[in-house]
């Protein structure tokens, strides 16, 4: 049997490469920037779910979007990816210091379209920053499976003990969040309950496969999942600016001051003389 090449002076092919060597790729691993969960990465992520065509962006990131105090927008996105599993996105907004905003999830505008979007709301002047990340929903996904073989009779206990353990990852990873203020120690404690609570009823073997499977889909489980995702395969893309001014700059215009109009004298049967720089400042006071 012939033993594996790890040297490129054994490669003696033309065009042919060493394999890569080094640390295993993967899924980005730790709690992406916004989550309800964990620190910021640190810059985009390269993953499998592609995060396109996101707006408002201005020459490509190049120049900044623009907002006031207090106005909400939208900002959208292209997600997708291969397969059947589903898919989801959030906005992450920072601060002009740099501090990311809520949870902000997006919502797919219409089933199939791929085009998701949220809206956000700057609350102060300065230079901001949006991201989009994409990212896996394995709970999503196994809620769509369950939904076709528990009433099937197809695989009862396989997907039940699958369902289980998602509900105790999601779970683990509130445990490992780290809170900024013991209300929000005590909701993410609360958060993870619930989470538990629905991955022992998915192994209660007591009740029918249909009651356990319910029990893992009450609103209380939704209203944690939906502010606490179990999120793989996350992809960021890159940050774009986005400038807010003061809530004056959202209808003021360039034309509300004419220098040439101020100043100006126009005599019966002689030309108007036009304004000049020095009559329009002395107009600056009552503007």
């Known amino acids: 049997m012939s033993q594996p090449r790890t040297s490129p002076e054994e490669f ?73 599993d589903a898919v989801a996105g959030n906005v992450v907004l920072r601060d002009p210091a740099g501090r990311p905003g809520p949870w902000t999830p997006m919502r ?10 949220a809206r956000v709301t700057p609350d102060r002047e300065g230079e901001w920053t949006f991201a989009v990340e ?40 509130l445990g490992t969040a780290e809170a900024e ?7 993410l ?7 538990r609570e629905a991955a022992a009823a998915l192994r209660d073997r007591s009740r029918q496969p249909a009651a356990r499977l319910a029990a ?9 999942l939906d502010r606490h995702p179990l999120r793989e395969l996350l992809t960021s893309s890159q940050e774009f600016p986005l400038r807010v001014d003061r809530t004056r700059a959202l209808f003021g215009s360039w034309y509300e001051f004419f220098p040439r109009s101020e100043g100006a004298v126009v005599r019966e049967g002689a030309a108007p003389v036009s304004g000049t720089f020095r009559t329009a400042a002395r107009r600056l006071p009552a503007i």
Not at 108 to 117: H, L, N, S, Y
Not at 155 to 166: F, K, Q, S, Y
Not at 189 to 195: I, K, Y
């Open 181 to 187: 203020a013991t209300a929000e120690a005590a909701e």
């Open 189 to 195: 404690s609360g958060a993870a309950a619930v989470l």
């Open 108 to 117: 797919e505008f219409a089933p199939g379209t791929d085009r998701w979007g």
């Open 216 to 224: 893992a889909l009450t609103p209380e489980v939704d209203a944690v």
């Open 12 to 84: 003696e092919s033309p065009g042919e490469s060493p394999p890569l060597t080094g640390p295993p790729t993967g899924p980005p691993t730790g709690s992406p920037s916004g989550s309800p969960s964990g620190p910021p990465p640190t810059g985009p992520l390269t993953g499998r779910i592609p995060v396109l065509d996101v707006g408002p962006v201005v020459h490509g990131g190049r120049r900044p979007a623009k907002a006031v105090v207090g106005e909400t927008f939208q900002v959208t996105a292209t997600l997708f990816r291969e397969g059947h």
């Open 134 to 173: 994409a990212w896996g929903d394995p709970v999503a996904t196994w809620r769509h499976h369950a939904g076709i073989k528990i009433p099937a009779g197809i695989d009862t206990d396989l997907v039940l003990e699958e369902g289980a353990r998602l509900h105790e990852r999601a779970a683990a990873a």
